[in-house]
């Protein structure tokens, strides 16, 4: 039963727009993609063009050289171990493989290098040059790198070495993952795109503030209110 026609109108009105609204950004009409989908990539685009921390990581693996390890892997199938050990010999890692188990030395600086040398290839978009390398798809070039960084960092851990783990976990984590998370996808900063983001950010708050005052209008045209002390009334 309508209490206030008024109210109820503008509320009405309101939610229309909004459901308006909501067809046409969910409709594929930028390229094939919807707005959301459209304004996702964008802030995926910007995600990345604010972690690119390959550079100094590789300014710190410098530090490492000289410092060797030794670690055992267990991959799933003898193509892994192979896979594997074409990708660590690359950087000078010694490998030693028994059916599916690895072990793996070297110095951690220089193979830190060769891990994030094919990191910053992928995260640049640069995939054939990684997968020239090895003669299979450098997202999973990093994948091995990946395990071996893992173990080094559980290895560093369980050994109380805060500096080895610190940067082993950076490779890991902050390389290997992003570059692996974000490939295919373009880099882009804040600053070249402030225009289209604050118009974005803006839209999401007006457009979930609009949402809420429709549904407001609605229940008081209802007559459903509020009272002082949260409690429900009905006119």
Do not use: C
């Not at 459209?38 to 995926?44: H, P, R, S």
């Not at 910007?46 to 390890?69: N, P, R």
């Not at 892997?73 to 892994?80: D, G, I, M, R, V």
């Not at 690895?102 to 910053?120: N, T």
């Amino acid at each position: 039963m309508i209490i206030n026609k008024r109210q109820f109108t503008i509320g009405l009105v309101m939610m229309v727009f909004f459901l308006v609204v909501f067809v046409v950004i969910m409709s594929p009409i930028i390229n094939g993609k919807t707005i959301v989908q459209t304004a996702d990539d964008l802030f995926n685009s910007l995600t990345k063009g604010s972690t690119y921390y390959i550079l100094k990581a590789q300014k710190s693996a410098a530090g490492f050289e000289g410092k060797t390890f030794d670690v055992s892997l267990t991959l799933k199938s003898k193509e892994e171990v192979d896979k594997i050990t074409g990708v660590l010999s690359t950087a000078g890692a010694a490998v030693e493989a028994v059916d599916t188990r690895v072990k793996v030395s070297g110095d951690l600086g220089k193979v830190a290098k060769g891990a994030l040398a094919d990191a910053d290839g992928i995260f640049k978009g640069e995939d054939a040059r990684v997968t020239g390398r090895y003669g299979f798809a450098g997202r999973e070039a990093l994948y091995y790198w990946w395990l071996l960084f893992k173990e080094l960092n559980g290895k560093y851990k369980l050994e109380g070495k805060s500096s080895e783990m610190s940067f082993v976990n950076t490779v890991q984590t902050k390389a290997l993952e992003v570059a692996y998370n974000f490939n295919g996808i373009q880099a882009d900063k804040v600053a070249d795109r402030a225009g289209i983001t604050t118009f974005m950010l803006v839209f999401y708050v007006v457009y979930t503030v609009w949402y809420g005052f429709a549904i407001m209008f609605l229940m008081e045209g209802l007559g459903i209110v509020a009272s002082a002390h949260g409690e429900k009334v009905e006119a």
